[in-house]
T-cell receptor, first 113, second 115 residues
Framework: AQSVSQHNHHVILSEAASLELGCNYS??????LFWYVQYPGQHLQLLLK??????LVKGIKGFEAEFIKSKFSFNLRKPSVQWSDTAEYFC???????????FGTGTRLKVLA | GAVVSQHPSRVICKSGTSVKIECRSL??????MFWYRQFPKQSLMLMAT?????????EQGVEKDKFLINHASLTLSTLTVTSAHPEDSSFYIC???????????FGSGTQLSVL
């Protein structure tokens, strides 16, 4: 069965620190990969997605993620976080061609001003 | 712009009553909507896929008679939790796929508390 694992449940960083959130998935076929963010009191929003092509994907707000097929990973990165990046981040996987998403457990990021 | 509107955002009900949650696509038509459930500190769990004009497809372990889904139009899907019990207390989120697009938009969620 498909599964998504996010290793860090809580992360606390100071402003300007670099961020990397881990995401590993378990699935043998072709997948689409996503990172969503949920700011306090708001909807889930798409940060970035990978369907095919360049495995280094750039998203909104300076976020990027790298798909490493051999490691079944899709880690999220940002070189310098801001206080406004405080949110919960979810990694998700879907079968290519479908829209059934499997979500990770989420990582709560707190950025200290 | 395209938005998914979910109501109510919070509902408290007595055990044994039924609760209906609405999910509307605004400014777009959604042939497919999805319903998720999220327990505290856990992942969003897909409950069912709702296709306009046809029966919903439920994930394994989800009781279709307890969680009734209706997708009668291209802009509205409803989830009814029937005969709710305290163990049904959870956060429910809907999402909708834009027609012809690859984008999933999420509603703001409904916190259900069953007393």
């Amino acid at each position: 069965a498909q599964s998504v694992s996010q290793h860090n449940h809580h992360v606390i960083l100071s402003e300007a620190a670099s961020l990397e959130l881990g995401c590993n998935y378990s699935y043998g076929g072709t997948v689409n990969l996503f990172w969503y963010v949920q700011y306090p009191g708001q909807h889930l929003q798409l940060l970035l997605k990978y369907f095919s092509g360049d495995p280094l994907v750039k998203g909104i707000k300076g976020f990027e993620a790298e798909f490493i097929k051999s490691k079944f990973s899709f880690n999220l990165r940002k070189p310098s976080v801001q206080w406004s990046d405080t949110a919960e981040y979810f990694c998700a996987v879907s079968n290519s061609g479908t829209y059934k998403y499997i979500f990770g457990t989420g990582t709560r990021l707190k950025v200290l001003a | 712009g395209a938005v998914v509107s979910q109501h109510p955002s919070r509902v408290i009900c007595k055990s044994g009553t039924s609760v209906k949650i609405e999910c509307r696509s605004l400014d777009f038509q959604a042939t497919t909507m999805f319903w998720y459930r999220q327990f505290p500190k856990q992942s969003l769990m897909l409950m069912a896929t709702s296709n306009e004009g046809s029966k919903a497809t439920y994930e394994q372990g989800v009781e279709k008679d307890k969680f009734l889904i209706n997708h009668a139009s291209l802009t509205l899907s409803t989830l009814t939790v029937t005969s709710a019990h305290p163990e049904d207390s959870s956060f429910y989120i809907c999402s909708a796929r834009t027609v012809g697009g690859e984008k999933l938009l999420f509603g703001s969620g409904t916190q259900l508390s069953v007393l």
